[in-house]
């Protein structure tokens, strides 16, 4: 079956502007992450999305960091007012349920902002 | 303090020989899930395999085996018999808890097999 996608797979932003990155998670996939991959580093959480619960937004950097699922299926990251320190790798992943171990992640997002 | 540490930036292999990849995590909470994810130069991540903390037994998944050690706090990855597509960032994984929430990850090790 499909995977989990995101688009764009390259996004190059003026500081300043605000980005939507997309994710569309495995159908049936009540779970959803949004993590943080900067050149060379690990990845860094950002936000959790399970059913129809709040989210977990405990990983957003900043209030320009805002996030949303819609129909309890596809996300958006927004990211407003961008930075040059938000360039990185912005992954997605998602899993079955909360009780589930494997996260099945997107090819990612590389957003550069120049 | 970190959750995950990685101490390996890097490491090198021959081709069909065995390597470790040296994981240590640091939680109070006695529910955990340890994790290995592949990361090739293509940027996608890849499960490789999972230990929970109440698994009586180090888990095994075809060439890759976790060797646990609880009281060390140690969940380091054993490759065996590396194979040229082996070469990629490997990156240790914790969860915490029974929230199935997010994962901490490590900073990585870049494994490079030599043919």
């Known amino acids: 079956g499909a995977g989990v996608s995101q688009s764009p797979s390259n996004k190059v932003t003026e500081k300043g502007k605000d980005v939507e990155l997309r994710c569309d998670p495995i159908?049936?996939?009540?779970?959803l992450y949004w993590y943080r991959q900067s050149l060379g580093q690990g990845l860094e959480f950002l936000i959790y999305?399970?059913?129809?619960?709040?989210?977990?937004k405990s990983g957003l950097p900043s209030d320009r960091f805002s996030a949303e699922r819609t129909g309890g299926s596809v996300s958006t990251l927004t990211i407003q007012r961008t930075q040059q320190e938000d360039s990185a790798v912005y992954l997605c992943?998602?899993?079955?349920?909360?009780?589930?171990?494997?996260?099945?992640f997107g090819p990612g997002t590389r957003l550069t902002v120049t | 303090a970190q959750k995950i540490t990685q101490t390996q930036p890097g490491m090198f292999v021959q081709e069909k020989e065995a390597v470790t990849l040296d994981c240590t995590y640091d939680t109070s909470d006695p529910s955990y899930g340890l994790f290995w994810y592949k990361q090739p130069s293509s940027g996608e991540m890849i499960f490789l395999i999972y230990q929970g903390s109440y698994d009586q037994q180090n888990a095994t998944e075809g060439r890759y085996s976790l060797n646990f050690q609880k009281a060390r706090k140690s969940a380091n990855l054993v490759i065996s018999a590396s194979q040229l597509g082996d070469s990629a960032m490997y990156f240790c994984?914790?969860?915490?808890?029974?929230?199935?929430?997010?994962?901490?990850f490590g900073t990585g090790t870049r494994l490079t097999v030599i043919p």
């Open positions: 159908s049936g996939h009540t779970a």
């Open positions: 999305f399970q059913g129809n619960s709040a989210p977990d």
């Open positions: 994984a914790m969860r915490e808890g029974g929230r199935a929430n997010n994962l901490f």
């Open positions: 992943a998602s899993s079955p349920d909360r009780s589930n171990y494997e996260q099945y």
